[in-house]
Each structure stands twice: as structure tokens, then as C-alpha cells.
């Protein structure tokens, strides 16, 4: 099955994660940068200036703020531009005419500059909102950049790597780019972070736009931690099916089970080789134990020489079961694997 893979698909992906990954980095960076230097204004220290230009410049969908302003320290007069560092400099509600009406020209105003060099000032000291709800907005691209590296990586390394788990099998022969589904706790902690990030964005901008107040953002980052760390929990309580957990050992030909726990049955860890598997055919029973045509859940069951009859399962989606079927049929040297949902057991 390895040395039927195509690199093209990975090719793709590598490419896709490529382009996602040079928007995500850019925007983050920004983000990051600003934040910090927004930080870094806490050591700032404060003297007094005035305002000389204060407006709202149209950007289009959005409105900016722009203002300049004189101050001085130990007698040598400097003027600034920069109202904070980082983004927050345009909204599309009233944001810039707030800003307008706080820094009006004429006003006098507290400067914060750097101590140790007076020409680097901004109007607006330490962390907003803004920074946060940015940081929050960008998380799940970044998420999703994770994720497709880790994809990228198991795509061109499965090629050369001696075993894989039957999901990995799964979803590389439907051409996912994430699994069906996540038992790790990690995995499944930023994937809640990411779709909790994302949906909470929507309450909070339209209800007080880009630039919620800081308490506000810090809760909402505190809530975003709590159903992330929720997720991981939940994730490491889940036992993974049995079929999730088994493995396609390439360096011994051979496929491995897993032990079933007494609850499912007294199933012990099994290593079939391929070369043993006779048939394997894919059985549909529903919960009464009765074989159905169409119910699920789906199994395997694999006929191995000299062995019991062994089934693997239980899969919701029939085509996932046949398909997965069809990959040990390939490795057994075997036709196509059939369906027996409706024969006699």
C-alpha cells in the first residue's frame, strides 16, 4: 500500500500549507510584535504635549484615526505620530470618532515616551483589547496551520515510515486533511481552542466592534482556556475503537490488533500477517446482534489460516469500513473485499 502513494496529493498539501502558512506568519507576526511592543510601554514615562492634528481618515470599509502631536522632554522638543504600536488604528463602527474627540486637537495630553530615547512616544500605554481580540481572531488560522504541517509531515513520512494506525491508513486513502475524528488530548484542546476563538469573535465585535475593553477580552480568553482544557479531558476520557487503535505493521507484514477490554469482549492482542489473511469481508449487525443490510455499526471480519474468524470495528460509515477493507484486501494479495452484511453468519 505504501509504494501506491501519491506524491502528488502531498505536493498539494505541501503547496496549500505553504500559502496558508505565509498569511497566517505575517498576520501573526504583526499581532505578536505589536503586543509586545505595546508591552514594552509600560516602562514608558509620561510627560505633557499637545495635540496638533487630530481626524478621521476614510479607508473605505473602515474608518482610521490619524493624529500628531508636540512634547517635550528636558527642553528639546520632539514630535510623534504613533498613537500606539500595533493594529487598532481603524474600525468600521465609531471607534475613529471617539479617538477624535479624546485627542482633540489643541488638547493637552499625556505623551509616554522610552526613557532612553525621547523620540519614541505613543499616545496610548500598555495593552487594550485589540491585542487580545487580534491574537484571539488569528488563533484558529493558526490552528489550521498546525494543522496541515502535521499532515504535510505524516504525508511525506508515511512513505518511509515501518507502521501505521488504521486511521492514518483511513485518512490517507480518503485524501483528508485532518481525521475523521481526534482522541488526542492536544489535538482535540486546540481544536476546541480554535472553533471556540472563532465562533466567540462574532458576539464580541458585534456587540462592541475591534476594540472590546480589556476586561472583556481577558475573560473571553480565560473562557477560551477553560474549553480547551475541557476538550483535552474529554478527549483523554474517550477510549478510541478498536479499529482506531490497530496497526498495519509494514516491517513484519503483518496487521495488528488490539486487546479488547472485558466490558467489549476477551479479545487478545493479536499480530496477523498478511500473508495469513484468507479473506476479509465487511458484516453489519445491528444492536440486538442481528445482521442487517444496511445498519450500522459496520465491522471487518478477517479470516486468517489456522485462526478464528477476527472482527474489527465498529465503523458508522459503511463506505469507511469497505474502504479500509479493500487496503488489507490490496496487502493480503487479495480480490476486492465483499460485503456479507446479509449472509448467514
Not at 217 to 238: H, K, N, T
Not at 304 to 311: D, N
Amino acid at each position: 500500500m505504501k509504494g501506491k502513494r501519491h506524491w502528488g496529493n502531498s505536493l498539494m498539501l505541501l503547496l496549500f500549507a505553504l500559502f496558508w502558512s505565509g498569511l497566517t506568519l505575517v498576520a501573526l507576526s504583526a499581532a505578536l510584535w505589536g503586543t509586545g511592543q505595546q508591552l514594552l510601554t509600560y516602562r514608558f514615562v509620561e510627560t505633557q504635549g499637545e495635540i496638533l492634528q487630530s481626524e478621521v481618515v476614510d479607508q473605505g470599509k473602515t474608518d482610521g484615526f490619524r493624529v500628531s502631536y508636540r512634547y517635550s522632554v528636558n527642553g528639546t522638543t520632539y514630535e510623534g505620530a504613533r498613537l500606539r504600536y500595533g493594529g487598532g488604528n481603524a474600525e468600521s463602527g465609531d471607534w475613529a470618532i471617539k479617538m477624535k474627540a479624546q485627542f482633540a486637537a489643541g488638547s493637552k495630553i499625556p505623551v509616554f515616551h522610552e526613557p532612553s530615547a525621547p523620540n519614541n512616544a505613543v499616545l496610548v500605554r500598555g495593552i487594550e483589547g485589540v491585542d487580545l481580540f487580534a491574537l484571539q481572531f488569528l488563533t484558529p488560522f493558526a490552528v489550521v496551520m498546525l494543522a496541515l504541517w502535521r499532515e504535510v509531515a505524516r504525508n511525506f513520512t508515511r512513505r518511509f515510515s515501518r507502521s501505521e494506525t488504521m486511521m492514518d491508513a483511513l485518512t490517507a486513502a480518503r485524501g483528508e486533511i485532518l481525521g475523521t475524528a481526534t482522541h488526542r488530548p492536544l489535538e482535540a484542546a486546540l481544536t476546541f481552542l480554535a472553533l471556540a476563538a472563532f465562533l466567540g469573535c462574532f458576539p464580541i465585535v458585534f456587540t462592541v466592534g475591534f476594540h472590546p475593553p480589556l476586561g472583556l477580552a481577558l475573560g473571553s480568553w480565560a473562557l477560551l482556556v477553560v474549553i480547551a482544557g475541557c476538550g483535552g479531558m474529554l478527549a483523554a476520557r474517550v477510549k478510541q475503537p478498536d479499529w482506531q487503535q490497530a496497526k498495519l505493521d509494514y516491517t513484519h507484514r503483518a496487521l495488528v490488533l488490539p486487546a479488547l477490554t472485558e466490558r467489549r469482549g476477551e479479545r487478545a492482542a493479536a499480530m496477523i500477517a498478511f500473508s495469513d489473511i484468507q479473506s476479509v469481508s465487511v458484516v453489519s449487525r445491528s444492536a440486538s446482534g442481528v445482521q442487517t443490510e444496511d445498519l450500522g455499526p459496520f465491522f471487518l471480519r478477517i479470516q486468517a489460516h489456522q485462526s478464528a474468524a477476527h472482527e474489527l470495528g465498529d465503523w458508522p460509515d459503511r463506505k469507511d469500513a469497505e474502504l479500509v477493507a479493500s487496503l488489507l484486501a490490496s496487502e493480503a494479495g487479495l480480490p476486492a473485499a465483499r460485503d456479507t452484511s446479509a449472509a448467514a453468519r
